[in-house]
């Protein structure tokens, strides 16, 4: 297999792998997608465009979406909704983003992600309860 190089990504995300000893984009099927967007400069945008280029070239991170349906957010958040009852990301639009923030290492990041993965999907977090 020929090594294939990274796509375009920002500065922080190139750096992020190069300090990772990560050089061609088939080491990434090594490694998830979880453990990646630990890396700090590794934020969605560049995950994104991770994702995109391995799926052209056939390939997927480690454990791809197979092991959990929030695939983007960090450990702690993914138990803690988990061990709220949330394990899949359609689950999501019964619950505010106010409620979300409110279990145990969900942060504004994690609520950011999801909420754009949602709308990917064409859903949304229910409205605030007054």
Known sequence: MSSTSFPKLAAPAQRALAGAG???LEQLTKVSEVELSELHGMGPNALKVLRQALADNGLSFKGDAADSDFPFIGKVAKRELA???????????????????????????ATRILGEAL?????????KKK
């Open 22 to 24: 990560y050089t061609h």
């Open 83 to 109: 061990n709220a009852g949330y394990t899949r990301l359609e689950q999501l639009p019964a619950v505010s983003e106010a409620e979300l923030l409110k279990i145990h290492g969900v942060g504004p990041k």
């Open 119 to 127: 709308a990917e999907k064409g859903l949304a977090f229910a409205p």
